[in-house]
């Protein structure tokens, strides 16, 4: 690797239970402004936009492209998509960047949740012959995994509890979390997770710029420089995997570079409690690791762009000083089955 | 501003999957009230089955039967169960791992309560009255702490007619929103008018609007009409009928086109009537045609004024 690629801005919207009065374009167009704003770039001087999105959370086919009328693709740009959290397409544009062929990178990525049930929504994501007849509903598997952990000493549930509220207690400082300070743990949704172990349902949307060399420290006063990244993922069928453990983010974290030096931070996506426990122990987080000081994905969750969230509020505590070696962490699919790991530092100070 | 809209809306649709050759001797198999898995080159028995080692990737095939009792490898009490799960009162989701296989399989369990399920419990298959070859063969697994438990009998895994394809239907329910300049324009319509946007910068007027100026990448907000006149600017000539049920009262062939309405800056498209289809042109002339009751217009007709100059529209084609 020669090229060195930053993330120089970040910006997402408030999440909120329902956005039905806006489109996904305008709903996503304040952040593109945003995150445009804050390096001064326009959009003609971005040499590659990629997106992640997925039509099935609205249901409402193609959406992607005509959320491309918020960036203003004609005459056409450099443009691709992933139908997948947008830190996956943070990933397909870094390797743009990492080949030379753009200096600056626009990503992007938004979920509305609020049109439709997306417990339900996700089933269609599972292995369509043995697991997705079944109508598995995405609380249902992530309960699975919890009582793995129960079952093997790993967690229990008063410190799945004390997850839920660390999280939402860290969000009161965040103005764009959906849950915010004290939430009761409430009932049991599906058991062993109670409605405070659950990601909130909501619609937002966010965006980064990515910068290579000079050009990132042109555009932001203390990049966020990517000094790895990696994504792996978990054997198919939940019923051969060991839930307890990770092994895939503990792969994607040494590829990344996370165990050469300890971080100070850590940006989790976590959708449930009991994730979180699994994610520390393959990450190998010691205790005055700050994690998920956003508050994380209990206090926010639009689908699609919780994962790009993580990245972003990674960069942001680089950007603001608050953190000179950060890890972002990212997962999509059932049961942490897709992990995306990458580490974020700045310049010495 | 006038109220946004929204509507229920349900996308439903079957997929029809081919199955590969383990797929299909095990789902044949579940008809026939036999489980099979498949051994892997180490030699561990893979249930459910697949068609590749997913520690070495090596393409596997070697169907071993195994039995239909097993043992709960994790659980979760699903209290309120949803539409298309396998049971309609409460249950369990429960991993089994089948006796005689290595790892565990998804599926409910029907037990009395929380109280009465914990991992390492024992249970059986309790399989579907009718079969057709698909993962819903099994109803559901039940508690069984019998001794009785019959040996597999070593199955094959060739079965007369055996099934190659499943259809696995998939609904969802949406309630749909079409945002607020997609709700401005059809409030508008319901009055038989036609309102497009104006972007800021670019002044372009967009029609239907969605929002946004695709060139500008800003808000489109001021609404403008246009029409009620409109210049066909190109179209096609349709000759298959549409399979959808929404066109099956219109004869073939017919016209599509690009209508460019007077005041917008961008197409948008219809049918044409009234005309014999071989007469419609470029530069034709034409209005809406709205029929009793309809919130949109069912096609467009020529309005009788001469046809527009091609530079009026060339910027819209």
Same mark, same amino acid.
């Given at each position: 690797m020669t090229r060195e690629i930053a993330v120089v801005a970040f910006a997402q919207t408030d999440h909120r239970r329902t956005s039905h009065d806006l489109s996904e374009v305008e709903m996503l167009m304040p952040v593109l402004h945003d995150v445009l704003a804050q390096t001064g770039l326009k959009t003609a001087d971005i040499g590659f936009t990629c997106s992640g999105s997925s039509d099935y959370l609205a249901g409402r086919a193609f959406s992607f492209t005509l959320a491309l009328d918020g960036v203003g693709a004609w005459p056409p740009i450099s443009e691709s998509h992933v139908e997948m959290d947008g830190a996956w397409a943070l990933y397909e544009a870094w390797t743009k960047l990492l080949t030379g062929d753009a200096d600056t990178a626009l990503v992007y990525s938004y979920g509305k949740s609020s049109p439709g049930s997306v417990r339900d929504v996700l089933t269609r994501q599972l292995d369509p012959y043995y697991v997705a007849p079944l109508w598995p509903d995405s609380v249902a598997l992530a309960a699975l995994q919890a009582q793995a952990l129960i079952d093997a000493g790993d967690t229990d549930e008063p410190e799945l509890a004390a997850v839920a509220a660390r999280s939402r207690e860290d969000a009161s400082a965040n103005p764009h979390a959906q849950l915010r300070g004290a939430v009761e743990q409430g009932e049991y949704v599906v058991r062993p997770l109670r409605t405070g172990d659950c990601p909130p349902i909501g619609d937002g949307a966010a965006a980064v710029i990515l910068a290579a060399g000079d050009r990132a420290r042109e555009l932001c006063a203390r990049p966020a420089w990517i000094r790895g990244i990696d994504h792996r993922i978990e054997a198919h069928s939940l019923g051969v995997r060991d839930l307890t453990d990770s092994p895939s983010t503990r792969l994607a974290a040494e590829k990344a570079g996370a165990f050469d030096r300890p971080v100070d931070t850590a940006e989790l996506h976590a959708p449930f409690t009991s994730q979180e426990v699994v994610l520390r122990k393959a990450l190998r987080l010691r205790d005055d690791v700050r994690v998920n000081p956003s508050g994380g994905a209990l206090a926010a969750h639009s689908v699609m762009a919780a994962g790009l969230v993580r990245i972003g509020e990674a960069a942001a505590r680089v950007h603001r000083g608050e953190s000179d070696r950060a890890l972002a962490h990212a997962t999509s699919g059932p049961c942490l089955q897709q992990n995306l790991v990458a580490v974020l530092e700045g310049d010495p100070r | 501003m006038p109220e946004v809209l929204q509507a229920p809306l349900v996308v439903e649709f079957p997929f029809t999957r081919s199955l590969g050759p383990v797929q299909s001797a095990f789902l044949t198999g579940l008809r026939e009230r036999v489980v099979l898995g498949v051994r892997t080159g180490d030699g561990r028995v893979l249930v459910p089955p697949v068609e590749y080692d997913p520690v070495t990737a090596e393409e596997i095939g070697g169907l071993v039967e195994v039995a239909q009792t097993g043992t709960v490898t994790t659980w979760a009490w699903n209290h309120a169960p949803r539409r298309g799960q396998p049971l309609a009162?409460?249950?369990?989701?429960?991993?089994?791992?089948?006796?005689?296989?290595?790892?565990?399989?998804?599926?409910?369990?029907?037990?009395?309560?929380?109280?009465?399920?914990?991992?390492?419990?024992?249970?059986?298959?309790?399989?579907?009255? =009718?079969?057709?070859?698909?993962? #819903?063969? &099994?109803?559901?697994?039940?508690?069984? @702490?019998?001794?009785?438990? %019959?040996?597999? !009998?070593?199955?094959?895994? =060739?079965?007369?007619?055996?099934? #190659?394809? &499943?259809?696995?239907?998939?609904?969802? @329910?949406?309630?749909?929103? %079409?945002?607020? !300049?997609?709700?401005?324009?059809?409030?508008?319509?319901?009055?038989?008018?036609?309102?497009?946007?104006?972007?800021?910068?670019?002044?372009?007027?967009?029609?239907?609007?969605?929002?946004?100026?695709?060139?500008?990448?800003?808000?489109?907000?001021?609404?403008?009409?246009?029409?009620?006149?409109?210049?066909?600017?190109?179209?096609?000539?349709?000759n298959i009928k549409a399979a959808h049920t929404a066109n099956l009262d219109i004869?073939?062939?017919?016209?599509?086109?690009?209508?460019?309405?007077?005041?917008?800056?961008?197409?948008?498209?219809?049918?044409?009537?009234?005309?014999?289809?071989?007469?419609?042109?470029?530069?034709?002339?034409?209005?809406?045609?709205?029929?009793?009751?309809?919130?949109?217009?069912?096609?467009?007709?020529?309005?009788?004024?001469?046809?527009?100059?091609?530079?009026?529209?060339?910027?819209?084609?």
């Amino acid at each position: 690797m020669t090229r060195e690629i930053a993330v120089v801005a970040f910006a997402q919207t408030d999440h909120r239970r329902t956005s039905h009065d806006l489109s996904e374009v305008e709903m996503l167009m304040p952040v593109l402004h945003d995150v445009l704003a804050q390096t001064g770039l326009k959009t003609a001087d971005i040499g590659f936009t990629c997106s992640g999105s997925s039509d099935y959370l609205a249901g409402r086919a193609f959406s992607f492209t005509l959320a491309l009328d918020g960036v203003g693709a004609w005459p056409p740009i450099s443009e691709s998509h992933v139908e997948m959290d947008g830190a996956w397409a943070l990933y397909e544009a870094w390797t743009k960047l990492l080949t030379g062929d753009a200096d600056t990178a626009l990503v992007y990525s938004y979920g509305k949740s609020s049109p439709g049930s997306v417990r339900d929504v996700l089933t269609r994501q599972l292995d369509p012959y043995y697991v997705a007849p079944l109508w598995p509903d995405s609380v249902a598997l992530a309960a699975l995994q919890a009582q793995a952990l129960i079952d093997a000493g790993d967690t229990d549930e008063p410190e799945l509890a004390a997850v839920a509220a660390r999280s939402r207690e860290d969000a009161s400082a965040n103005p764009h979390a959906q849950l915010r300070g004290a939430v009761e743990q409430g009932e049991y949704v599906v058991r062993p997770l109670r409605t405070g172990d659950c990601p909130p349902i909501g619609d937002g949307a966010a965006a980064v710029i990515l910068a290579a060399g000079d050009r990132a420290r042109e555009l932001c006063a203390r990049p966020a420089w990517i000094r790895g990244i990696d994504h792996r993922i978990e054997a198919h069928s939940l019923g051969v995997r060991d839930l307890t453990d990770s092994p895939s983010t503990r792969l994607a974290a040494e590829k990344a570079g996370a165990f050469d030096r300890p971080v100070d931070t850590a940006e989790l996506h976590a959708p449930f409690t009991s994730q979180e426990v699994v994610l520390r122990k393959a990450l190998r987080l010691r205790d005055d690791v700050r994690v998920n000081p956003s508050g994380g994905a209990l206090a926010a969750h639009s689908v699609m762009a919780a994962g790009l969230v993580r990245i972003g509020e990674a960069a942001a505590r680089v950007h603001r000083g608050e953190s000179d070696r950060a890890l972002a962490h990212a997962t999509s699919g059932p049961c942490l089955q897709q992990n995306l790991v990458a580490v974020l530092e700045g310049d010495p100070r | 501003m006038p109220e946004v809209l929204q509507a229920p809306l349900v996308v439903e649709f079957p997929f029809t999957r081919s199955l590969g050759p383990v797929q299909s001797a095990f789902l044949t198999g579940l008809r026939e009230r036999v489980v099979l898995g498949v051994r892997t080159g180490d030699g561990r028995v893979l249930v459910p089955p697949v068609e590749y080692d997913p520690v070495t990737a090596e393409e596997i095939g070697g169907l071993v039967e195994v039995a239909q009792t097993g043992t709960v490898t994790t659980w979760a009490w699903n209290h309120a169960p949803r539409r298309g799960q396998p049971l309609a009162t409460p249950f369990a989701w429960a991993l089994v791992r089948l006796d005689g296989a290595d790892t565990a399989l998804l599926h409910a369990l029907d037990a009395p309560g929380p109280d009465a399920v914990h991992t390492g419990m024992r249970v059986r298959i309790r399989w579907a009255d =009718e079969r057709s070859g698909a993962i #819903t063969d &099994i109803a559901c697994f039940e508690p069984y @702490d019998g001794a009785d438990q %019959p040996e597999p !009998a070593g199955h094959s895994g =060739e079965f007369e007619n055996p099934v #190659t394809g &499943i259809v696995a239907a998939a609904r969802l @329910d949406y309630t749909y929103s %079409p945002g607020r !300049a997609q709700s401005a324009y059809i409030h508008a319509l319901g009055d038989r008018r036609m309102v497009g946007e104006r972007c800021p910068s670019c002044t372009k007027v967009y029609v239907p609007p969605r929002g946004a100026c695709p060139t500008c990448g800003v808000a489109t907000s001021e609404q403008v009409e246009v029409g009620p006149g409109g210049t066909v600017t190109t179209y096609c000539i349709v000759n298959i009928k549409a399979a959808h049920t929404a066109n099956l009262d219109i004869e073939v062939p017919y016209v599509y086109a690009h209508i460019a309405l007077d005041g917008a800056d961008l197409a948008l498209h219809g049918r044409i009537g009234g005309i014999p289809y071989d007469q419609v042109r470029m530069g034709l002339r034409v209005e809406a045609v709205w029929t009793d009751d309809s919130r949109y217009p069912d096609h467009y007709r020529p309005n009788g004024e001469p046809d527009a100059d091609y530079d009026t529209y060339r910027e819209l084609l």
